[in-house]
């Protein structure tokens, strides 16, 4: 059974916004923290963005004041906005599951979603 899928990636032009949705098994979403991350051709995957069961939320550096990851508690949904995109944001983006504070390190991530591809062109 798929437990993560994602949705919404696409191209956009360097300044634009996308969003990103994960949609989760109930039983994946209730029971665990939830992220992005991302992976660029040649480059090792990064963490982007958390968020714990309640509102507690994490972003890389890089991401800070563009990004703001949200869950829908109602529709087993984890959202990443993503506004002032930059070239450098191209990569896969990779839905994540993880107990707690798990979330925040890529060797503790115990479910992946399948990536959805963003473009961002200068």
């Known amino acids: 059974q798929v437990q993560l899928v994602e949705s919404g990636g696409g191209l956009v032009q360097a300044g634009g916004s996308l969003r990103l949705s994960c949609a989760a098994t109930?039983?994946?979403?209730?029971?665990?923290?939830l992220g992005w991350y991302r992976q660029a051709p040649g480059k090792q995957r990064e963490f982007v963005a958390g968020?714990?069961?309640?509102?507690?939320?994490n972003y890389a550096d890089s991401v800070k004041g563009r990004f703001t990851i949200s869950r829908d508690n109602a529709k087993n949904t984890v959202y990443l906005q993503m506004n002032s995109l930059k070239p450098e944001d191209t990569s896969v983006y990779y839905c994540?599951?993880?107990?707690?504070?798990?979330?925040?390190?890529?060797?503790?991530?115990?479910?992946w979603g399948q990536g959805t591809q963003v473009t961002v062109s200068s």
């Open positions: 968020i714990l069961t309640g509102i507690s939320t």
């Open positions: 109930r039983s994946i979403f209730s029971d665990n923290a």
């Open positions: 994540a599951a993880a107990r707690s504070f798990r979330i925040l390190v890529l060797s503790r991530v115990e479910c």
